[in-house]
């Protein structure tokens, strides 16, 4: 899930061009685009979310078909691990 910074911080203000100001605005445009059509997914399978799951957005929603356990995808831990809390 794509992370949106919440500042700006040019390494170097002094030596802004139009075109590195241009550079920055398409990435933040990029950045804020994948996180609006970031939409959470619906899983149904036989296990529980797995923490392996770091691919999936936060919010995303995993139904153990087999103990109809609910959980969510709340925290993208690091770039590898996500943490699944239990609803209900």
């Not at 804020?32 to 936060?58: C, H, M, V, W």
């Not at 919010?59 to 356990?69: E, L, P, Q, V």
């Not at 609910?70 to 809390?85: A, Y």
Request: proline content about 3%; cysteine-free.
């Amino acid at each position: 899930m794509v992370k949106i910074a919440t500042s700006l911080s040019p390494t170097d203000k002094n030596n802004l061009t139009p075109e590195s100001i241009l550079e920055i605005i398409e990435k933040m445009y990029i950045d804020l685009a994948n996180a609006i059509n970031s939409k959470p997914d619906f899983y149904e399978r036989t296990t529980d979310g797995q923490t392996d799951d770091y691919f999936l957005a936060n919010g995303s929603i995993n139904i153990n078909t087999s103990t109809n356990k609910v959980e969510m995808l709340t925290n993208h831990v690091d770039s590898t691990t996500v943490t699944w809390t239990t609803l209900g």
